[in-house]
Structure formats: structure tokens, C-alpha cells
């Protein structure tokens, strides 16, 4: 596509229930990243991916957190349980990768626990 | 590992005034560096980059960098500020080893007054 689509653009789910975080990296970028932006705070990293493999996960904040990604393409990040503090938006990011490192943003998904 | 800092939170200029953001990294080589711009509800992007070459680099919108290496910094600058540069900006530093996902600063809130 044009740029890096994520969805839902917003998603207000209850403690404890879980959620899915899509997102569609521009086609032919192989590294996908996941990022975490709190209210006030800047860009945390949560998971790195090149092509289908995982090589960082060392963000991802507890074992509620995990992602996926198929035919090195589109990536879903899945919290269960979630807590109140899972509120934030999560921004998705892809770039060619190797050495050229320009990530390309989407808009984010909004994710509010209530 | 790399870090950023951004010791400014918020900033108010005036429209037409000049603008100066801080940035200094930390990392033990050489990095690529980055500033990216947040507009309210917009996803982030990319103004500049240095990756080798010209220590001062154009970016898009009329912004420009510095990287300065005895001072790890790489400092955002503008010499007129309009209302619509109004946002939040980070600076983000990235390892040459590729392949690594870019770590970010906190954030610059910018704030444009007539």
C-alpha cells in the first residue's frame, strides 16, 4: 500500500478482556516495528521484526504481550488480560531494513482500557 | 545501547521567530540520527536524517540539523517558525549495525504563539 495502515484507529476494551492490533506495512519493507506512546512519554520499543522472525523482543513489557508476523508482511500485536496501564497508543512502524533505517509511521491504534 | 535526550519538554516561540530543539545521544560509534514530527492525532513524520557526509542536512518544511560530534548532539532548527509547525518533536538515534530499532527521545512539545 501507500503507507502503514493500522487498525483499529481506536479500541476501548474492558479489563481483562484481550486485544488485536493489526497492522500492514508498506509492501516490500521487511523489518516491522512495534512501538508503545504513553501520555507524556516518548516512543517505547516493544518488538522488532525482520521478515517473519523476531530477532527483538526485548521491549515487549510482560509475558501479556506478543506478537506475529506472517508471509513477512502484515503483524498483529496481541495483549490478553489487559490492564488499565496498557492504555496508549501503539504506533507501527516499517522500513526497507539492513542498513537503511528511514521507519515509516502509521497513524497508530488507540488503545483505551476501561 | 543508544539513549536519547531531549531536555526541553515544551517550548513557546513566537510566529516568525527562530526555533532551536535539542538533542543529544549516546552511543559508541557514529550513529545514524533522526527527527521525526508528530502533528495532534497524526501518526509521525520523518523531517531529517544524518546518515554521513555534510554535518548540516535540510529536511522537509524549512527545518535543518547539526550533528555535532563533540557535543553528541543534533539539534533541530528553523530560522521562521509558522503556526502549523505547532506539534511534537523527537529525535530518534539508530546503530549502524542495521537492523536495530531506532530508540527515541521523550518528545518536544512545541507550542507557536502570534
Known amino acids: 500500500g501507500a503507507g502503514v495502515s493500522q487498525s483499529p484507529s481506536n479500541k476501548v476494551t474492558e479489563k481483562g478482556k484481550d486485544v488485536e492490533l493489526r497492522c500492514d506495512p508498506i509492501s516490500g519493507h521487511t523489518a516491522l516495528y512495534w512501538y508503545r506512546q504513553s501520555l507524556g512519554q516518548g516512543l517505547e520499543f516493544l518488538i522488532y521484526?525482520?521478515?517473519?522472525?523476531?530477532?527483538?523482543k526485548s521491549g515487549l513489557p510482560s509475558d501479556r504481550f506478543s506478537a506475529e508476523r506472517t508471509g513477512g508482511s502484515v503483524s498483529t500485536l496481541t495483549i490478553q488480560r489487559t490492564q488499565q496501564e496498557d492504555s496508549a497508543v501503539y504506533l507501527c512502524?516499517?522500513?526497507?531494513?539492513?542498513?537503511?533505517?528511514?521507519?515509516?509511521f502509521g497513524q497508530g491504534t488507540r488503545l483505551t482500557v476501561v | 545501547a543508544q539513549s536519547v535526550t531531549q531536555p526541553d519538554i515544551h517550548i513557546t516561540v513566537s510566529e516568525g521567530a527562530s526555533l532551536e530543539l535539542r538533542c543529544n545521544y549516546s552511543y559508541g560509534a557514529t550513529p545514524y540520527l533522526f527527527w521525526y514530527v508528530q502533528s495532534p492525532g497524526q501518526g509521525l513524520q520523518l523531517l531529517l536524517k544524518?546518515?554521513?557526509?555534510?554535518?548540516l542536512v535540510q529536511g522537509i518544511k524549512g527545518f535543518e540539523a547539526e550533528f555535532k560530534r563533540s557535543q553528541s548532539s543534533f539539534n533541530l532548527r528553523k530560522p521562521s517558525v509558522h503556526w502549523s509547525d505547532a506539534a511534537e518533536y523527537f529525535c530518534?538515534?539508530?546503530?549502524?549495525?542495521?537492523?536495530?530499532?531506532?530508540?527515541f527521545g521523550k518528545g518536544t512539545r512545541l507550542s507557536v504563539i502570534a
Open positions: 530518534a538515534v539508530g546503530a549502524r549495525s542495521g537492523n536495530t530499532p531506532l530508540v
Open positions: 544524518y546518515f554521513s557526509g555534510d554535518t
Open positions: 521484526f525482520q521478515g517473519n522472525s523476531a530477532p527483538d
Open positions: 512502524a516499517s522500513s526497507l531494513g539492513g542498513a537503511l533505517l528511514e521507519a515509516f
